[in-house]
T-cell receptor, first 112, second 118 residues
Framework: RKEVEQDPGPFNVPEGATVAFNCTYS??????FFWYRQDCRKEPKLLMS???SGNEDGRFTAQLNRASQYISLLIRDSKLSDSATYLC?????????????FGKGTTLSVSS | GAVVSQHPSWVICKSGTSVKIECRSL??????MFWYRQFPKQSLMLMAT?????????EQGVEKDKFLINHASLTLSTLTVTSAHPEDSSFYIC??????????????FGEGSRLTVL
């Protein structure tokens, strides 16, 4: 089983739609979780951290379910500018300590 | 503005040559720097972790003699792809974890370096 798994999509939605992405992780000892956004041929940029209690930042809501080992991202009122790949990232123990391990990403395309 | 700067942003080289990529943290001390590689439509794959002043730790399957990492200071890490071959063509991205933010776990990324080996 891969450490971090995401549905690659693509998700094609109209402007104004609500869309949700899920991500599962295999290491139950993981402590930190994040969503990153990556535009085509660019570096990932931190979108938001994911906290146990769930957290919201404007149109974006992130949730963590430790029992089921999954993380979700909800985007409300989608904008054209939300079109990108959304990467789930989990902090995991690796060779030299902890490192962020990424899912393959979920591609979102918002159309007018 | 960017907190991690990576250079060059793209490079084309002939097979057999070596290419050096620099990664600098701006205004912050990076206790740890990470090097990732991303092939088209694939995930970011961790290559190695480097702490200032010590040898890098490589992930399984990554050749340490081919991908030389030097982390000379708290603001600079370099990756040298030695004797590059076409299969090394990829998007190489560095990232930094900053002093005081270690427990939070988030990473800040450089702009990435797109390597094409002919």
């Amino acid at each position: 089983r891969k450490e971090v798994e995401q549905d690659p999509g693509p998700f094609n939605v109209p402007e104004g739609a609500t869309v949700a992405f899920n991500c599962t992780y295999s290491n139950s000892a993981s402590q930190s979780f994040f969503w990153y956004r990556q535009d085509c041929r660019k570096e990932p940029k931190l979108l938001m951290s994911v906290y146990s209690s769930g957290n919201e930042d404007g149109r974006f809501t992130a949730q963590l379910n430790r029992a089921s080992q999954y993380i979700s991202l909800l985007i409300r009122d989608s904008k054209l500018s939300d079109s990108a790949t959304y990467l789930c990232a989990v902090n995991a123990i690796h060779q030299a300590g902890t490192a962020l391990i990424f899912g393959k990403g979920t591609t979102l395309s918002v159309s007018s | 503005g960017a907190v991690v700067s990576q250079h060059p942003s793209w490079v084309i080289c002939k097979s057999g040559t070596s290419v050096k990529i620099e990664c600098r943290s701006l205004d912050f001390q990076a206790t740890t720097m990470f090097w990732y590689r991303q092939f088209p439509k694939q995930s970011l794959m961790l290559m190695a972790t480097s702490n200032e002043g010590s040898k890098a730790t490589y992930e399984q399957g990554v050749e340490k003699d081919k991908f030389l990492i030097n982390h000379a200071s708290l603001t600079l890490s370099t990756l040298t792809v030695t004797s590059a071959h076409p299969e090394d063509s990829s998007f190489y991205i560095c990232s930094a974890r900053f002093r005081g933010r270690e427990s939070h776990g988030e990473l800040f990324f450089g702009e990435g370096s797109r390597l094409t080996v002919l």
